[in-house]
């Protein structure tokens, strides 16, 4: 699986947050992780406008990356980018889909492929808060934003540590920034956040056009 991938996965579930209002903006470690579980459990449906940064460690490059997201309970996920770089991401309830029309070229994968054991996605899921996965450090406060840093517990490659910037008063995250292993930065900025609304139908299935060559990851499941 190319590793982007793993990157877009991390990226969109730990952006899926829910809209209701605190009653007071958080300052604790442990009041915002509280608030952030609230968010994860209101979400059923989101969809998302955003603009991407990745920063190449190794060769200091740049891409600059803008599309949009769809997700739903319990994980179907629509990711797709606008030209020059198009790709598209459908997580269905039975497979992954990876597709690049550009290359005309699509990646199937297996279900098992998302690592259930992933820090965001157990907050998105309701199974544990922000606090059981990270320690948490609230960095600054300014322009009624909190910068808070994340730590996991369990560093992998794909997640050695992340930024989050959340609105004070209703811990709605607007932007993200995670560092992988190797240094290398993905910086995510939501121009556009819409929640529990209705989802257009068709949006997470996908069948590759014709002439897509297929590399099929599911062992011919």
Same mark, same amino acid.
């Given at each position: 699986m190319r590793k982007l991938l793993i990157q877009i996965l991390g990226l969109c579930f730990s952006l899926a947050l829910g809209?209701?209002?605190?009653?007071?903006?958080?300052?604790?470690?442990?009041?915002w992780s509280k608030a952030v579980q609230k968010r994860y459990a209101e979400v059923q449906?989101?969809?998302a406008v955003f603009e991407q940064r990745i920063t190449h460690? &190794? *060769?200091s490059s740049t891409e600059e990356r803008r599309g949009e997201i769809y997700f739903q309970k319990p994980l179907l996920v629509r990711w797709t980018t606008?030209?020059?770089?198009r790709e598209l991401l459908v997580i269905t309830d039975a497979l992954i889909w990876q597709y690049f029309p550009d290359e005309e070229l699509a990646y199937k994968y297996p279900l098992e492929s998302v690592d259930d054991k992933n820090a965001f996605l157990r907050v998105?899921?309701?199974?544990?808060?922000?606090? &059981? *996965?990270?320690e948490i450090t609230v960095l600054s406060e300014e322009?009624?934003?909190?910068?808070?840093k994340l730590e996991p517990y369990e560093p992998s490659v794909s997640l050695l540590e992340a930024a989050v910037w959340v609105e004070a008063e209703s811990a709605t995250i607007r932007r993200l920034a995670i560092t992988d292993f190797y240094g290398n930065i993905s910086e995510i900025n939501m121009t556009a956040l819409d929640f529990n609304l209705?989802?257009?139908?068709g949006t997470f299935a996908f069948t590759p056009p014709e002439g897509t060559e297929i590399e099929d990851h599911t062992g011919g499941r």
């Open positions: 809209c209701a209002l605190a009653l007071a903006a958080p300052k604790t470690p442990q009041e449906t989101m969809r460690a &190794e *060769s606008e030209p020059p770089r998105l899921f309701g199974l544990s808060s922000l606090e &059981e *996965s990270f322009n009624k934003l909190a910068k808070l209705p989802v257009p139908e």
